[in-house]
Every structure is written in C-alpha cells, then in structure tokens.
C-alpha cells in the first residue's frame, strides 16, 4: 500500500536529520518508549499509536538506507505478535518561510493477522499512525 503526506514544521532539515542516532531527543517522542541503539547503528524502539482505540504498542526496528540535506530514506521493520509491517519512508525536506515542508511517500506492507482487516481501515489505521509520529518526531528536532 502507498501512503504519502505533507506538513510543515518549524525544524530546520539539518535539525531534522540530526535526529537518526539521536536517542535521548527520539526518547521525547511521547509515542515512544525504550529508545536504542543497536549494534549496526539502528534504532530500536517500542512505538506505540495513539491514534487507536485501544493501545498497540508495536517493536519497531528504524534502520537509515539514505540521508541527504535534501531528505532521508528509512525502513522500518515493526512487529506486534504474528504481526508484521514493513515501511520504505522516503522523506523530503525543503526550506519553508517558517521552517522545513517536509513531504513523505511510505510503501508499507502488512503480514499476518491485521492483513485480513479491511484495506480501508489498515490504510486509515496506518496512514495516521505514520503522520503521528512524523509530526511528534519533527516537534522534537
């Protein structure tokens, strides 16, 4: 499933490309928790939305395939028991008058039981989460 947005935000991009390694402003992420580091440099959190009915927090593994001034390329590997979602997330950030337009495009894939859930709600579901926690992280930068 493709998933794209945009908001504008009053980080600077380098402020926001300053985030990947960053664990203690990640740990300010009020949907996250248990922020890391792992051995290859990724990071390791529990994320959990608030954008749903009830809390379901998910592992999730935040490795940078590509970082530029102009942007960022990330692959997120979450899973939730049987559960299994995949993102792509290509990120852009371009100066704006009050800070930094950040565009972002997701290829997301789901595996296991929540793949059975009607495309519509996973896509609401997912789409949400995914501007949820693009708008927390940014406010952090």
Same mark, same amino acid.
């Given at each position: 499933?493709? #998933?794209?947005? $945009?908001?504008?935000?009053? !980080?600077?991009?380098?402020?926001?490309?300053?985030?990947?390694?960053?664990?203690?402003?990640? !740990?300010?992420?009020?949907?996250? &928790?248990? %922020? &890391?580091?792992?051995?290859?440099?990724?990071?390791?959190?529990?994320?959990?939305?608030?954008?749903?009915?009830?809390?379901?927090?998910?592992?999730?593994?935040?490795?940078?395939?590509? !970082?530029? !001034? /102009?942007?960022? %390329? #990330?692959?997120v590997?979450?899973? $939730?028991?049987?559960?299994?979602?995949?993102?792509?997330?290509? #990120?852009?950030?371009?100066?704006g008058p009050?800070?930094?337009?950040?565009?972002?495009?997701?290829? %997301?894939?789901? $595996?296991?039981?929540?793949?059975?859930?009607?495309? &519509? =709600? =996973?896509?609401?579901? =997912?789409?949400?989460? #995914? /501007? /949820?926690?693009?708008?927390?992280?940014?406010? =952090?930068?």
């Amino acid at each position: 499933m493709n #998933l794209s947005g $945009r908001f504008e935000t009053s !980080a600077a991009a380098t402020a926001l490309l300053a985030l990947h390694g960053g664990v203690d402003a990640l !740990a300010a992420v009020p949907t996250l &928790r248990d %922020v &890391r580091l792992d051995g290859s440099g990724n990071v390791r959190a529990v994320f959990t939305p608030r954008s749903t009915f009830v809390p379901m927090p998910f592992s999730i593994t935040v490795a940078v395939q590509q !970082a530029g !001034a /102009e942007g960022v %390329v #990330l692959s997120v590997h979450g899973t $939730r028991g049987p559960t299994a979602v995949d993102v792509m997330l290509v #990120l852009g950030f371009t100066p704006g008058p009050q800070g930094t337009y950040v565009s972002w495009a997701a290829d %997301v894939a789901i $595996r296991g039981p929540a793949a059975t859930v009607g495309q &519509r =709600v =996973v896509r609401d579901l =997912v789409s949400s989460a #995914l /501007e /949820e926690i693009l708008h927390d992280t940014a406010a =952090v930068a």
